[in-house]
DNA sequence: ATACCAAATTTCGTATACAGAATGCTGTTT
DNA sequence: AAACAGCATTCTGTATACGAAATTTGGTAT
């Protein structure tokens, strides 16, 4: 019989549920992180607190004052851009790689994230826009089988996440978004390999920009 | 006055220990690590130690056995496959980011840095080779100016000081490698953007190759 | 001799305790 | 009134203590 594991430790919920704070913007920018407080506030003690904590700070989601503790990192325009640069190089790879992997189940799922990307454009629920954004670039990622690329991207995207939400309020701005896309998924399930990744990169290239100049 | 840093925290410098000795094989596969035991040998006391597996657990320098405690991860292909093909996208980004951030005292260093590797080839010094290789590509990293690769790459090379230690018995197997860096540098300091990624990329390809099937 | 059960020991995860540093408060001096 | 010195308070980093889980050991029964 497997012995699965029946709860997960306290420091990987702690780190869970300020990392969650942090992206959902709960927690803002610069709000002191205070060691006691956050203990009081989990119900736990300020040991498993510590080491969450030490690891947010090493993936610079918060950051040392050289004061007292950490702070909430800023949102940094700089750090989403060199995600986007970054992605333009891997999003591609992880649609190249997930070509050969897909499986009808796989194609289902996509489809039904696509469904709902674009139902909740149209009812401009921005928040539910991203999860659907971060939820089928991710399906992509783990599709590829790249244990790397899965693991470094999920937690880029708990940056992208905390820089999007302040510019999704710009309702509209996500439809062409979608089309995009649907068009990549099309275009991976008809196994044109070269065309899916072109279309990845452009679809990355051109977000930042969006991003910069909204224009509805 | 700056109020620089005395010291890195007991957590940092734990991790920084542990993870040295599992790169550079002093702690091999498999073997448990104690926190006892780690404690006394680095006259600290648990709690650092403990901090400090639950980041290489994160990042997979150490593995959950189920029972108890964790045990030196297994130096895994696939997962060297994983971070080449990821460098595969990588690497020629930061060639491509790099050629218009280097200045001169940048192209001495790589010029250092090749002709030690070479030097050390010639030795068949099979460690300050390994050394040697990853200073070439982490200072392509760090004129990348892109703060994702260079944490990034940073951890992977970690990963890949671990596989590639056994490999690099192999003598002489490393002396084309050199000539690809010099290469590759070539075409940077010349502006060949186009010509610098592709030898790059090409560079990264074949390396799972050479170690597969070397020849001498 | 081997297999099985229970007590003892190891060791981990978490809680609590302690020490040092930084901030703030208060009283005094100019 | 403003500024500074020094004490009190707060809070972090690290050490130690505690409880639970799991492995090992020793003994007994077959």
Redesign the pocket.
Known sequence: METLTPAK???QMTYEAILDEICTGSLTPGT?????HLAAQLN?????V?SA?TMLKAQNFVEDTG????VVAAVDRKLFDAIYQFRAAIDPLAVELSIKRMAEKDIAEAREIIARGKACVEAAQSQAVLQADIDFHSLIYQLSGNAIIIDTMHLNWRHLQRSMRKVLQHPGMTAQVWSEHEQIFDAMVAGKTAQATALMRAHVRDAPNRISNPKG
């Open positions: 430790s306290l420091v002191r992180l205070s060691q006691d736990v003690s300020r040991q498993p510590n904590i004061r007292r503790g950490v």
